[in-house]
């Protein structure tokens, strides 16, 4: 199989590189959009960058741009094929056997495969490089409260006069917490109420509750959503000086987690403070919030910067409230000004 240059993984249609010395048929690629081995109806695969060179190399006959046609392959299936624009998109039966013949016939005729095919190709219907990426964001946002500031985004952008966003700007980095969840993680000695509070959280059973020290074994995550923001939240075994065995495997495990942790929710509760060992592991500037749990036994250990007691309704929202904005401040929720809001290293921005 000849593979022509492969083009990075996730430009915009319109800043493709054409391959030097290279014709029409050049730097040609291709990309599902289906999933592989998903049972649908119809598959679609995506060829690019140039639709009429891509349908010369395949042997098929041109088609306008915005039109469709029906069309019989030899030897692979019939198929839709739309134009949209320069992307063309190809749908045919989405059995298995039918999907590899397809992809068989694209790659013999020295098409690269991409990972993912540009967010313009996906959406033709996009006006600017800007929107298609907005709508491909609005497809994987984790967090419902993204979808306005999205849909604001390509006019916010038009609106740039004098400094223009930078991808580290703290507005965007916390914007990109809604599209990808932050990683939350629980410490804190055992028996205190951590596993009680997920499942206050999450509002259903995602972690085993009980009276005695040692009763989480390993961490269980869990996506849960607070005050708008849903987050990876990752509850792990109490902190005990003399944990052996599995408990103590459970626990390595649960410290190789600190380092990734977008915020470090450091737990006490009246009786017991955290034990120094934990706090060893803390990574270096990473972010942290000390909880009181279980405050209706009385003042938490360890001068928390916010209390939670399950038999109290209203701190649990309060609580939410408090570390959504930890992780994405108020601005960064409702932001109508420009934002980053697509992976920083896939595309250099309008
Ligand atoms: N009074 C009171 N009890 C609570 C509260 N939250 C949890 N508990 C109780 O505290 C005990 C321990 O709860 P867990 O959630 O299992 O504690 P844990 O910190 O996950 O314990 P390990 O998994 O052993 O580390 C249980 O009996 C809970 O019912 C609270 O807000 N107030
Ligand atoms: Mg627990």
Avoid at 210 to 226: Q, S, Y
Wanted: charged share 20%; hydrophobic share 45%.
């Amino acid at each position: 199989m000849t593979v022509s240059r492969p083009v990075p993984r996730t430009m915009g249609t319109s800043q493709m590189p054409a391959p030097d010395g290279a014709g029409p048929e050049a730097g040609l690629w291709w990309s599902l959009t289906t999933p592989a081995g998903a049972r649908g109806a119809l598959a679609c695969m995506v060829l690019g960058p140039n639709a009429s060179g891509a349908l010369r190399r395949l042997g098929l006959p041109d088609i306008e741009p915005g039109k469709a046609r029906v069309l019989d392959v030899p030897g692979v299936d019939q198929m839709v094929i739309v134009r949209w624009g320069e992307a063309l998109h190809i749908m045919p039966h989405g059995g298995p056997a039918v999907m590899r013949g397809v992809i068989a016939w694209v790659e013999s005729r020295a098409f690269a495969r991409l990972p993912e095919p540009p967010p313009r190709a996906i959406y033709p219907e996009a006006s600017s490089d800007l929107e298609a990426w907005m709508l491909r964001t609005l497809a994987r946002a984790a967090s419902p409260a993204a979808i306005p500031t999205l849909l604001a985004q390509p006019s916010a952008w038009s609106r740039v006069d004098g400094r223009r966003p930078l991808p580290d700007d703290p507005l965007s980095r916390e914007f990109r917490r809604l599209i990808e969840p932050p990683l939350v993680v629980v410490v804190g000695p055992p028996n205190i109420g951590k596993s009680s509070l997920l499942n206050a959280l999450a509002g259903r059973r995602v972690a085993i509750v009980a009276d005695e020290p040692g009763t989480t074994r390993d961490h269980v995550g869990a996506l849960v959503e607070l005050d708008g923001l849903v987050v990876r939240w990752a509850d792990t075994p109490g902190v005990r000086a003399n944990a052996g065995g599995a408990e103590a495997a459970a626990l390595e495990v649960s410290r190789a987690l600190l380092p990734h942790a977008d915020l470090l929710l450091v737990c006490s509760d009246p009786g017991d403070q955290l034990p120094p060992a934990v706090a060893e592991t803390f990574p270096p500037g990473g972010d942290v919030l000390r909880v009181g749990l279980r405050s209706d036994l009385g003042r938490p250990l360890g001068d928390p910067e916010v209390c939670v007691s399950l038999k109290a309704d209203d701190t649990l929202a309060a609580f939410a409230r408090r570390v959504r904005g930890r992780l994405v401040r108020d601005g960064a929720m409702k932001g109508l000004e420009p934002l980053w809001f697509w992976p920083p290293d896939a595309w250099g921005g309008p």
